[in-house]
Nanobody
Framework: HVHLLESGGGVVQAGGSLRLSCAAS????????MGWFRQAPGKERAFVAA????????PSADSVKGRFTISRDNAKNTVWLQMNNLKPEDTALYYC????????????????????WGQGTQVTVSS
């Protein structure tokens, strides 16, 4: 059973930075593509960024391009989301997700494509 544990959320002022971590266990991490999603109150869960199992594919949502960076270390079973220049509209519960993938370079941007999810970590950006 794949278990995902997010950390690193918090309260930050606009323009600040946070680094979210997602530690995976119970799986061969290098076989899984990973993704970050977020959900604000009253809104649907939305794609933020994804990374292929090899780390070579890293698409991101237009709203975070140039500000957020996803990365992974397969030796540490961890994926990160570096968030810079945060804005109040980035306030949300951020989720890490994992999908078994037979492809080294394929990444996935739809929530329905992911089977395993963490509990989420709250990010609040004050203006």
């Amino acid at each position: 059973h794949v278990h995902l544990l997010e950390s690193g959320g918090g309260v930050v002022q606009a323009g600040g930075s946070l680094r979210l971590s997602c530690a995976a266990s119970g799986c061969t991490f290098s076989n899984y593509a990973m993704g970050w999603f977020r959900q604000a109150p009253g809104k649907e869960r939305a794609f933020v960024a994804a990374i292929s199992r090899s780390g070579s594919g890293t698409p991101s949502a237009d709203s975070v391009k140039g500000r957020f960076t996803i990365s992974r270390d397969n030796a540490k079973n961890t994926v990160w989301l570096q968030m810079n220049n945060l804005k109040p509209e980035d306030t949300a519960l951020y989720y890490c997700a994992a999908k078994f993938s037979p492809f080294d370079r394929r990444s996935y941007s739809l929530p329905a494509e992911y089977y395993y999810w963490g509990q989420g970590t709250q990010v609040t950006v004050s203006s």
